[in-house]
């Protein structure tokens, strides 16, 4: 993961895509995030292997950090 002081990049697999969020596993545990709330990238593919940058409070909250 790389950071910047107000959101972080986290090494995921897409793994359920939904209008308005997607579902990630982080190899340790999954997360629904809001897309509203990635940065990048600005689209995705379940299956697809990515890294998704989001608000740091989204990553604590979701336990990804």
């Known amino acids: 993961t790389l950071t910047s002081k107000t959101h972080i990049y986290i090494d995921d697999v897409i793994l359920r ?6 579902l990630i596993h982080d190899g340790a545990r999954e997360a629904w995030l809001p897309t509203s709330q990635i940065e990048a990238p ?11 940058l989001i608000p740091i409070w989204l990553a604590e909250e979701k336990g990804l950090v």
């Open 42 to 52: 600005e689209t995705f593919e379940a299956g697809e292997y990515t890294k998704v």
């Open 17 to 22: 895509l939904t209008n308005s969020a997607v």
